[in-house]
């Protein structure tokens, strides 16, 4: 690998939407690279659910981290100032996308009332049954020459050492399980052990349904961590590529298609995906046309 990208920083939490389409986990994790090619990918703004997911993630981070000084969980009230702060933060910091008409969040009241159920059902839910040791520590470890790993677990815990990540969404994450592992692999990293890993989902409904109790998932350690070994090795492949060319794949620095493109993934649209119908990637309109 070459300058000036040097090193090259992988993100955990982008581990699990690489195998879906490559091309679109590069525009994530290399986008001012790709543009610096002389590509132009498109701007996407801001999205109300991710908004969301950062609001109670910040919520459910104060409570654990009052329960880690103190051996016990600040009153839900506590909790809930803290969302309702940081959403009102985030409404104030331009325009955001709300979900289109099939979606649950039409306006910035919907927002509200969703963070609030969530972030209480995760204080009232999942709070008691942890025992956090950090919160919200950034981790970075060399896991080769120049490719450095960095992520941010939500939560380490006692008994059994555990990870423990949170998620929000209308439905369930498809795929989990290698962001997990890339997490304990960084907490293995930095003398801690690790022996399981889990997500907590919270969903996100409709303002007028009741609040669904949040779903504790559980992955197998081993795999989680193969899983993410072999995927950091994948990106650091593409880039190396992308970078530098690929003469036995025919492939010329600058080419994007040193990353495959998977017009089938569920995200493959102008909506969701930086690289649609530009020259990066034509691949997805190629497929399904202009109206997805």
Excluded at 27 to 42: D, N, S
Aim: aromatic fraction near 6%; glycine fraction near 8%.
């Amino acid at each position: 690998m070459s300058a000036p990208f040097q090193p090259t920083v992988v993100r955990a939490s982008s581990l699990s939407a690489w195998p879906a389409c490559e091309r679109k986990g590069a525009t994530g994790l290399f986008f001012h690279e790709i543009e610096a090619k002389g590509f132009r990918l498109h701007r996407l703004g801001r999205n109300i659910a991710a908004i969301q997911g950062s609001t109670v993630h910040k919520a459910a981070a104060f409570g654990q981290q009052e329960k880690a000084k103190t051996g016990a969980l600040p009153p839900t009230s506590y909790v809930l100032d803290v969302a309702r702060d940081e959403l009102h933060e985030q409404s104030k910091r331009g325009e955001v996308r709300m979900d289109g008409p099939r979606g649950v969040t039409h306006n910035w009241n919907d927002a509200q009332a969703q963070v609030v159920a969530m972030s209480t059902a995760y204080h009232q839910f999942i709070g008691p049954v942890t025992r956090p040791i950090i919160v919200e520590q950034r981790f970075e470890a060399e896991v080769a020459e120049g490719l450095i790993l960095s992520g941010q677990p939500d939560l380490i815990c006692h008994e059994p050492g555990q990870v423990r990540d949170l998620k929000t969404g209308t439905r369930p994450p498809a795929s989990f399980v290698p962001q997990l592992g890339g997490y304990a692999l960084l907490a293995r990293s930095h003398d801690l052990e690790i022996d399981a890993a889990a997500i907590d989902f919270v969903a996100k409904v409709a303002t007028k349904k009741p609040q669904p109790t949040p779903e504790t998932r559980t992955a197998n350690i081993a795999d989680a961590e193969t899983a993410a070994v072999m995927i950091v090795r994948n990106i650091a492949t593409a880039i190396d590529a992308f970078r530098n060319g690929d003469e036995r794949r025919g492939i010329k620095p600058g080419d994007p298609w040193a990353f495959s493109a998977n017009p089938a993934c569920v995200l493959c649209s102008a909506k969701y995906c930086p690289a649609y119908d530009t020259e990066v990637c034509r691949e997805g309109v190629a497929a399904h046309g202009e109206g997805r």
